[in-house]
Nanobody, 121 residues
């Protein structure tokens, strides 16, 4: 089994910063894309940012210039540095990874348990 464990959420004032981490463990052959999604109360889960195994990144327009995704392939870990946080960034943040369990096997999506980020005004 593959597990994704997130850490780093919390309560911060508007304009502040937080850094989220997500470590994947288990029977992993390789990981392709890793990303962060978020879900605010009463809203659908949305993509925040994604990074490929080669380091190519994409960001939602709402976080461009404020959030930075990075990863350490040796540690199967992805990070999300969040700066200039706004109250509208308040949500549960979920880590996602596209994992291949064996050589030439199919990729499968795995999710973390979610970590709460609350930004006060």
């Amino acid at each position: 089994q593959v597990q994704l464990v997130e850490s780093g959420g919390g309560l911060v004032q508007a304009g502040g910063s937080l850094r989220l981490s997500c470590a994947a463990s288990g029977r992993i052959f390789s990981i392709n894309d890793m990303g962060w999604y978020r879900q605010a109360p009463g809203k659908q889960r949305e993509l925040v940012t994604v990074i490929s195994s080669g380091g190519t990144t994409n960001y939602a327009d709402s976080v461009k210039g404020r959030f930075t995704i990075s990863r350490d392939n040796a540690k199967n870990t992805v990070y999300l540095q969040m700066n200039s946080l706004k109250p509208e960034d308040t949500a549960v943040y979920y880590c996602n990874a596209a994992v291949r369990l064996v050589f030439r096997g199919n990729e499968r999506d795995y999710w973390g348990q979610g970590t709460q980020v609350t930004v006060s005004s």
